[in-house]
């Protein structure tokens, strides 16, 4: 009889890396369905097409590079890429938008990098900057107007669908400019008390943003029960974040106020989907405190002092570059020693 | 209950694996059936193995000495069953690694006939309770087996004994029915230990999955009236039952990093050790059988035996129905640190506490797994607080000094990391690699250290040696000068006539380097002088060729000038010195001139016209030098004079030559 060999331990525990990608995808089906209920079929359709050019590419790699490709493709780990992507572009823009960004993430920020686990950027976020830097008009110009808007109403699936694919124009009654994107553009020459009197305000069309939000935000509470997630990251982001917008956009006749900064923009999503992208981010409990809160501080910083209405791809980029650093001088301390090896230790440092 | 109002505290991460502990607690403690043979492995502990005391042919008694300890870290082997001795010889054994160890074959007799040691109790001394320790054979039976009378040798102050049946690997149970049915046997031996020790308390630490092994130990606690043993019901979590873990659950303090329990007053033991402690006191019975688990799906009945050490693992798998078809592995200890065995031949030793044959769909054996994500959910369950997916990341890029940095020697191997990886990476694997490897390299380190510090300490060694045989040579002569001295002073007075030799030798110093001075300006002309023209003229051009060359480089930038100028002022010296030589030559022969005034005045003549082309020869050189003010000038002046007045002297020579040879022909 022949005993097979294996190293300790032997148990293994149920979740593997398909169900952790699943798991997250799942976790962002409120926001979706919060995006397609006020703003139409345009996220649905960004989504799958993200998706299923992110599937051949990641196929066609795994052929050049001799890998199991059905192994790979079920890992889940493009589909999330794509799914975050998706997520993140603006409903009204062509096809080929979705198409180009995950292309991009995957092939050039993932598989040249060597691929699952070796990337050192968030390849969604990398495939937005792209987008954004290559094709600002469709980037910034096709977001949505939200349903609940009187004398407003969503196109069709099927109008949607041709539009989204060229066959028809997209009409400018669809569209619209998000709300950080107005608000930072007027606050300027107006009063809060004269934005708020603008026809979009009045109409609601703000409360569409806010439960997207909040349908993240429930997302990602529930990767934090499921053990997927740790909550060091998402509180970080969203504390700095609060902490600065608090300390310098106290005045909202100057600046966007807090509650947009929190829930008007691209934020909840950041921290709970974008920013815990375990592969580019900081490993130990006390590196994700800090790398999430230099999220939450460039994206302030950007959203107030660059050119970009929002920021969350640029500062997760940004702290991208950092997190090696971070992980470096944030290691913990370790059961039976007095305190933590941060750096080198001293006298490696003769 | 007392126990749940006590404080107790949380080590950080853990995990929750799948417990099965019920399938081997259905019936009770049974005697495994007795083996036909024993193997009895010399090396069940850690530390050096035992030395047989037994030959071949030999009939031993069930208890009975086969081999003794040998070293400070060892424990003596008994014969586990009656019988007759048939060979002593190499055995694979349980290991990790599949060692093989010396073996000692016992061929059962049939009948059991035992050795023991006369019984002791509790008021024995300390020093004979020890020594019936070791002399039993005793290793902590919890899996390291570490012998255990030295635990209780140690010479720091216990205040605590913990008393270790968290028994957190699934699977395991034997810790739990050992408690479960020899409760007091485990409450005396705990008192022995406590005694020696001298602690204050002792805490006992089981997790809340064991109910009846809770009741029972309580109830043998309050039946012993012994106040200061307390019962703690811990939570289940994997793996409190490490010893680093349940000392902090009990006590919230940390065993400092490659420190031991004791250094902060805590010993720590396994409930089985602790019962076969009070075994051999209180009955005199030497450690020849330990409870096992056998447990896992491919085997009929899952249950504990009291097992006889060196029963080959076959014969239990037999007695418990394996179904071999079923079976897929074999792993001794739990599904978590457990290791996979060869083959079912192997014997049980001291540390056996379970054997695990789960079947392929119970425990599925690893397979391709994922690349790393980097999730970091191993982060949040390693009871060390270490960064596993950092580990992993440097094992794999053997990055030894991350690895030191990120202080893999704190891992203790528990795989929680691996348990819950959803990559499926085998990651302790590639911590005990990287350990390996780790140690491999320190090893050689040391090595190399040590071959320098020998070659050093012999370098000194001779140069003592060296330095001893100057000074005894030196004290030698001294004796002798002072010898001669008490002689001489005994003709006369001592000092004056040390003075006198003082000079003595000195003259005679000061004649020696007159001799070799004059064999050396002796030895200096015996270049001729047409040799030492040759000399000159050679280093003059040389130092022309030089300058040459020095020029050309100055133009085109050259950065060999500098070394030019260099070797040019170095060769106008040696032209120098040549020159010098050359004129110095000239004198002897000048002084000599009377012994030769046979000069004809034809050689007269020809030597005044040699000495003027030579003036004017030099004097063009001269002007040439002085025009670009080369330092040769200087020297070319004085040779210029001192050609003048050869000229000079030569020409009164002819003169005078002319003149006695005029007188001549007048006369």
């Known amino acids: 009889m022949i005993l097979s060999q294996a190293s300790s331990p032997h148990a293994k525990g149920r979740m593997n890396v398909s169900q952790v990608m699943f798991t997250v995808s799942a976790a962002t089906l409120p926001g979706l369905a919060c995006l397609i209920w006020f703003f139409g079929w345009g996220y649905l359709f960004n989504v799958l097409t993200a998706i299923i050019f992110a599937l051949i590419t990641e196929t066609l790699v795994m052929i050049i590079r001799k890998r199991p490709i059905l192994f790979y493709l079920k890992d889940g780990s493009a589909f999330l890429t794509a799914l975050l992507l998706g997520l993140a572009l603006p409903p009204f823009a062509p096809w080929w938008i979705a198409a180009v960004g995950s292309v991009f993430s995957i092939l050039f920020v993932k598989h040249l990098y060597g691929g699952l686990g070796n990337n050192p950027f968030n390849p969604a976020m990398a495939g937005y900057a792209l987008l954004l830097i290559s094709f600002p008009v469709q980037m910034t110009t096709a977001w949505g107007a939200p349903s609940v808007m009187p004398g407003h109403s969503l196109p069709g699936f099927f109008e949607t669908l041709q539009m989204y694919l060229g066959f028809a124009e997209v009409v400018d009654g669809y569209t619209m400019a998000t709300p950080l994107d107005v608000y930072k553009l007027n606050i300027a020459v107006q009063t809060q008390a004269e934005l708020a009197m603008k026809s979009e305000f009045l109409a609601g069309w703000l409360p569409g943003w806010l439960w997207v939000s909040i349908a993240y935000a429930i997302g990602g509470v529930f990767l934090i029960w499921r053990g997927i997630i740790t909550w060091h990251t998402p509180v970080a982001v969203l504390a700095s974040l609060l902490i600065m917008s608090g300390l310098f956009s106290w005045d909202a006749d100057i600046r966007v106020p807090v509650y947009l900064h929190m829930l008007g923009g691209a934020t909840m999503i950041g921290a709970f989907f974008i920013a815990t992208d375990p592969v580019s981010s900081a490993t130990s409990n006390r590196g994700k405190l800090i790398y999430g809160a230099g999220i939450g501080v460039l994206t302030y910083v950007i959203r107030t002092f660059g050119n970009y209405p929002d920021a969350i791809a640029f500062a997760v980029l940004l702290m991208n570059f950092c997190a090696p650093l971070i992980d470096h001088y944030s290691r913990p301390k370790i059961y039976g020693h007095e305190k933590s090896v941060r750096g080198y230790k001293k006298e490696d440092k003769a | ?667």
């Open chain 2, 1 to 667: 209950m007392t126990a749940q109002t006590i404080k107790i505290w949380d080590f950080d991460g853990g995990v929750h694996p799948e417990e099965n502990k019920h399938q081997s607690t259905g019936q009770p403690i049974a005697v495994a059936n007795s083996p036909e043979f024993v193997v009895v492995p010399l090396n069940q502990h850690l530390g050096s193995p035992a030395k047989p005391i037994v030959k071949v042919g030999d009939k031993v008694k069930t208890g009975q000495v086969i081999a003794q300890a040998d070293g400070f870290v060892s424990a003596p082997t008994h014969a586990s069953i009656t019988g007759i001795v048939t060979e002593i010889a190499e055995y694979q054994v349980p290991h990790a690694s599949g060692l093989t160890s010396l073996c000692i074959k016992i061929e059962n007799q049939g009948e059991d006939e035992w050795e023991l040691l006369p019984a002791l109790d509790l008021n024995s001394s300390d020093e004979a309770l020890i020594n019936r320790i070791k002399e039993a054979g005793l290793a902590g039976l919890g899996g390291a087996g570490f012998p255990t009378n030295i635990k209780y040798l140690t010479k720091d102050t216990i205040e605590t004994l913990i008393i270790n049946g968290a028994e957190c690997e699934p699977y395991i149970t034997a810790d739990d029915m050992l408690m479960r049915e020899r409760a007091k046997q485990v409450i005396d031996g705990t008192r022995i230990a406590q005694k020696i020790l001298n602690a204050k308390e002792v805490l006992i630490g089981i997790e809340d999955n064991k109910p009846e092994a809770i009741a029972a130990i309580q109830k043998a606690v309050a039946d012993s009236g012994e106040q200061t043993i307390s019962v703690r019901v811990i939570p289940t979590k994997y793996p409190s039952g490490g010893e680093k873990q349940l000392i902090q659950i009990l006590t919230g303090k940390q065993v400092p990093a490659g420190g031991l329990p004791s250094s902060l007053g805590i010993v720590c033991q396994n409930v089985g050790t602790v019962a076969a402690v009070a075994e051999a006191v209180l009955e005199g019975k030497p450690l020849v059988s330990r409870v096992v688990t056998l447990t896992g799906e491919a085997l009929g009945t899952q249950c504990n035996l009291d097992v006889r050490l060196g029963t080959p693992i076959s014969n239990l798998l037999q007695q418990v129905k394996v179904n071999q078809k079923k079976l897929d592995r074999l792993i001794m200890g739990g599904p978590m640190m457990g290791f996979t065995l060869p083959d079912a031949n192997l014997p049980v030793i001291k540390t056996t506490n379970c054997i695990l044959a789960p079947t392929k769909k119970e425990l599925p054996p690893g397979n391709l797994f994922n690349a790393c994500i980097r999730c970091g959910i191993c982060e949040q369950v390693c009871p060390a607080d270490l960064l596993p997916q950092q580990l992993y990341w440097y094992s794999k890029s053997k990055n030894w000094e991350q690895l030191e940095l990120n202080s893999l020697s704190d891992c203790i191997e528990c795989g929680a990391c691996a348990y819950v990886c959803p990559s499926q990476i085998p990651l302790v694997q590639y911590y005990r690699f990287a350990k390996g490897e780790i140690r491999k390299e320190q090893a050689e380190h040391e090595k190399s250290d040590n071959a320098r510090i020998r070659f050093e300490a012999r370098q000194e060694r001779l140069a003592q040696e060296a330095a001893e045989k100057e000074a005894k040579r030196k004290a030698r002569a001294e004796a002798a000068a002072k010898a001669k001295a008490a002689k001489s002073g005994a003709e006369g007075s001592a000092k004056p006539e040390i003075s006198d030799s003082v000079k003595e030798a000195i003259a005679r110093a000061k004649a020696k380097k007159a001799v070799t001075d004059s064999a050396s300006t002796s030895n200096a002309p015996a270049l001729t002088k047409e040799q030492l023209e040759a000399k000159w003229q050679n280093a003059v051009a040389k130092a022309e060729k030089a300058e040459a060359r020095l020029n050309d480089a100055k133009e085109n930038d050259d950065p060999m000038a500098v070394a030019l100028e260099k070797s040019l002022a170095k060769l106008k010296e040696k032209a120098l010195l040549a020159k010098e030589q050359l004129d110095n030559f000239q004198e002897p022969p000048d002084k000599a001139e009377p012994a030769k005034v046979v000069l004809t005045k034809e050689q007269l003549e020809a030597k005044l016209k040699a000495a003027q082309a030579k003036l004017e020869k030099t004097q063009a050189k001269f002007v040439e030098a002085n025009e670009n003010n080369d330092p040769m000038a200087e020297a070319l002046e004085k040779s210029l004079a001192k050609l003048r007045e050869k000229v000079e002297a030569a020409k009164a020579q002819l003169d005078s030559f002319n003149e006695s040879d005029s007188k001549e022909t007048q006369s």
